[in-house]
């Protein structure tokens, strides 16, 4: 038996209403996980990251193992209900999904919802955002830490419920999975503005659960929040492969 467990948390933050969405299936030693944004400054955020998540999730059971497939037919779904609504201009969203079973991990995203991927409790790699502060960064006129505090942080760059013009907007990634201990944080701009990886790190090293771990980063995402207008903010937290102190072993 190929051990995963996973947490899930979604926070209205101090807005009106809560505009992400999360979402996580199970077959046959296989997972999806799924999580979307809806962009409040369009409207219909909440439909669109929600259109998104079900979709994928579709998708999954329907054995449609190439993520490509997801981000293609929920896009799809967004842009007719867009057309029957008459919302063209409005309902937009980012996605970040992944699929893991006991061979593979895939991984994809577009806008700057993000996937953390840990190996023995240290920082592997993290999905790079679709927006203007990353777009600097990788023009090397930033630093990545200035990424969360930049004036233009919610100017993206792509994102589902426009017109995909060209090359696919998303990006994918795909892994075989080693042996040991792993985690991924899959998390909405709203989470993972208000901790670094620094901490992140620091959590899953003294968790005892993926529960434990979402708790431990809540709790810094809320202390940083205090003085400002906190985002919607979500996370799904999913721990695999051989961990001895994990309790359910």
């Known amino acids: 038996m190929f051990p995963v467990t996973y947490a899930t948390l979604s926070r209205q933050g101090d807005r009106d209403y809560n505009e992400d969405s999360v979402g996580v299936e199970s077959a046959d030693q296989k997972w999806c996980f799924v999580l979307a ?56 969203t980012t996605m970040a999904a992944a699929e893991l079973t006991p061979e593979f991990l895939s991984w994809g995203h577009i806008g700057d919802s993000r996937i953390y991927y840990f190996r023995k409790n240290r920082l592997v790699k993290r999905t790079l955002d679709h927006s203007v502060p990353q777009m600097l960064v990788n023009m090397g006129q930033i ?12 100017r993206l760059l792509r994102v589902m419920g426009t017109e995909w013009r060209g090359e696919r907007p998303y990006e994918l990634d795909h892994m075989a999975v080693p042996k040991g201990e792993q985690a991924l944080l899959l998390c909405s701009d709203g989470f993972w503005e208000l901790i670094d990886e620094d901490r992140m790190t620091e959590c899953l090293k003294q968790a005892d659960s993926p529960e434990n771990w979402l708790e431990r980063m809540e709790r810094i995402v809320c202390e940083n929040g205090k003085e400002v207008d906190m985002d919607n903010y979500s996370a799904i937290a999913v721990w695999f492969g051989e961990k001895s102190r994990f309790p359910f072993f």
């Open 37 to 92: 944004d809806g962009l409040g400054g369009h409207g219909k955020g909440e439909v669109a990251s929600g259109i998104a998540v079900t979709t994928s999730k579709t998708c999954f059971g329907a054995g449609k193992e190439n993520l490509a497939d997801w981000f293609e037919e929920a896009q799809k779904s967004i842009s007719e209900v867009q057309v029957r609504l008459h919302a063209e201009s409005q309902m937009k």
């Open 143 to 154: 630093k990545e830490k200035d990424i969360r505090f930049h004036e233009d942080r919610n």
